[in-house]
Structures are given as C-alpha cells and as structure tokens.
C-alpha cells in the first residue's frame, strides 16, 4: 500500500510517477513555475519594497522546498547539480537572499530573478511525457521558447551592461523595447546605441534574433512531426498518424487521443 512506502518513494513517484495524482502534482508545480516567471519578468525593474520582499521569501521558499526534494530523490546528487535548470533555480534563490541586504545597489541581481525563464526547459520534459498536443507540436513550442528565453537574456544584458552608458536605457522596460525593436529591426530611433560596444551588441541582437524568429515561423508552417523511437531503425520524427515507420517499415505504436 502507498502509505507503507518509505516516505522518498511516495516523493519520487509525486513527481516520476504517471498516477493521476503524480499528474495533478506535477502540473500544480508547472501552475507555480509559470506564474513565479511571470512575476519575476513582472517585478525585474521594480524598486525593493516590502511587500515586494516578503513575495520574494514565499516564492524563494516553494523554490528551496521543489530543489531540495527533488535534489533528495535524485540518484545522482552530483548530476543534479550540474543541470542548468537547477544551477539557475541555486542563482535565483541567491538573487532573492541577498535583495534585502543590497536593496538597490546591484540591478543585475533584480534582473537575475528573471532568468527562472530557463527553467521552462526542464517544464517541457513534463508535458512531453503528458501531453500529446505537446509532442504533436514540440517544434513550435521549443523554438518559441527560444525566441522567449533570447528576448529576456538579451534585455537583462542590454540593462546590466550598457544601462548606465547608453542614452534613453533606464529601467528593464526599456532595455526590452530596444531589445524587441533591435530584433524585428524596426528601428523606431528613439533607443540607439551610441558606443563601439553597444553597436557591436546590436548586431548580435539582430543577427541571432532573426534567426531564431525565422526558425520559429518554420516550425509553425511546416508539417507536424510526432517524436517516437522506431525500436528497429530508430528514426525518431513521425506523421502524427503513423502506423509503420517510413525509414524501415516497422510497426509504430505512437500514442494518440483515440477517436473522437
């Protein structure tokens, strides 16, 4: 019975099992992930005051709570370690802790909270495994999250590093204006970079920028391809109804939602 597993077991299939139980916990703590991006995102350029502290210790708590647990139920402790989801919730959980002793001081602490973005990454293994309207669309969904992820980083560096150099760059919203308008090269004027370094940086901007929004507009109009390992060939991308593998010609056994 589930209440004479030792107490790590009954964890590890909360969050690794495929109960309805495990399911509704695990998108409980997508539900959290989502929302504590949002409001970092949210939050970046705001001054510390206290009502914005005492958030930051609840949702650094429901973090620290999710790391350690899933830190105690890992195999490898040290392979834990290096993933970059988890070296990202170690840097944000620092951010939070030390926000109250620098209040204002250091922005790239501010704007550091904001990189839990990455740790969407690790949300998709969770709706792969769950959701076939993810794994039917997994391209669309990765390169928009790509796209995502570059926007933020590139504002949070655009703040941090030319902030204080460049004209009309004075809070996060307006390192993400630049940002989006460098990227979709629309080039209002209002924002420029006026330095070597800030120019150089624009060109980055541009150049990866169009490059991932174009790879997103490819996923998006090309075909859908389901992910299933063909066991004889493994060939890895399917049509979405599949019933052999058109490398080898193997029977497929690709989940679906059945008829409607």
């Keep these: ?3 004479d597993r030792p107490l790590r077991d009954r964890v590890r299939l909360l969050y690794e099992g495929r109960s309805k139980r495990a399911s509704r916990f695990r998108y409980a703590l997508l539900a959290f992930d989502l929302l504590s991006i949002a409001f970092f995102l949210a939050t970046a350029a705001m001054p510390i005051t206290r009502e914005l502290l005492v958030a930051d210790a609840v949702i650094g708590g ?51 909270r904001a990189l839990r973005l990455v740790h969407s990454y690790h949300l ?10 993810f794994r ?15 926007i933020f980083a590139m504002t949070a560096v655009v ?27 629309t080039g209002f004027g209002d924002i420029t970079m006026t330095t070597a370094a800030g120019r150089l940086l624009s060109v980055g901007i541009m ?13 998006i109009f090309s075909p859908a391809k389901v992910k299933h390992t063909c066991g004889t060939c493994g ?26």
């Design 1 to 3: 019975m589930a209440g």
């Design 62 to 112: 429901l973090i620290a709570l999710d790391l350690g647990l899933r830190f105690w139920i890992s195999e490898s402790k040290l392979r834990f370690l290096r993933r970059l989801h988890v070296i990202v919730d170690i840097a944000v959980l620092a951010a939070l802790l030390a926000a109250p002793f620098v209040g204002q001081g250091l922005v790239v602490l501010r704007v550091l």
């Design 124 to 133: 998709m293994r969770d709706l792969r495994r769950d959701s076939l309207l």
């Design 136 to 150: 039917r669309h997994e391209d669309t969904f990765v390169a928009a999250l790509n796209l995502l992820v570059f």
């Design 159 to 185: 703040l941090v590093l030319r902030g204080a150099e460049e004209p009309g760059i004075g809070s996060y919203v307006d390192a993400l204006y630049f940002t989006v308008a460098t990227l979709t090269t």
């Design 207 to 219: 150049v990866v920028g169009v490059g991932l929004f174009l790879q997103l507009v490819r996923a």
């Design 235 to 260: 060939l890895t991308r399917h049509d979405t109804d599949a019933i052999h593998c058109k490398h080898c010609g193997a029977d497929l056994k690709i989940e679906t939602e059945g008829a409607t």
